[in-house]
């Protein structure tokens, strides 16, 4: 799909104490390895984690306090309407905190699934919040495959969001990744909206 707009982004838009406030709730709990579609990582056979981990190696925990979406949820709509994308969307999966180490990523994926999740609905907006400062970390960056004619791609780097407090919307099936970190430790918060099937 050719769009006019594959992103919307906002430079510092959430407060750096808000961010850290993130960080600090979301370490209470106990954080897991990084999986790829739906999959639980710790049911997984050792085969299929080697597999995983190629694709995907990071720490993640899934959180959904009400307020992280009072938070987020503005952007999410506002983004959708500037873009000009108007896509229906009416729920949030829980969130997701990652954290990016010295050689962490994840590699080329969408966030959206061919077939509706167990409501009904799929993924169609997805929002990724830098929780770090520019300075903690090097590499770990955002890059999008954006098709520009349809023979033709190019890699765009999101230097944009690079701040903290920045953040991203997109559309959920737009290829991206986040390239290893070369150096400190990265921290962000990705959020799926979902709404009915795309007709």
Known sequence: MILKNYYYFYKKAVPIH??????????????EQGSIDRRVYKNESNKLKKVIKKRRNSKVK????????ELLQPF???????????????????????????????????????????????????????LSDPDDYEGGNLEFDIPSVPSHRKTETLTQIRDKGSLVVFPSFLHHRVTPVTKGTRYSLVMWNLGQPFK
């Open 62 to 69: 899934f959180i959904n306090p009400q307020w992280l979406y």
């Open 76 to 130: 999410v709509q506002h983004a959708n309407e500037k873009s000009n994308w108007n896509f229906q969307w009416d729920w949030s999966e829980d969130c997701q905190f990652t954290i990016y180490k010295k050689n962490e990523y994840y590699d080329w994926h969408a966030d959206s699934f061919y077939t509706p999740n167990i409501n009904g609905r799929i993924r169609k907006l997805s929002m990724t919040l830098n």
């Open 18 to 31: 808000k961010c850290d406030e993130i960080i600090k709730f979301a370490k209470n709990f106990k954080l």
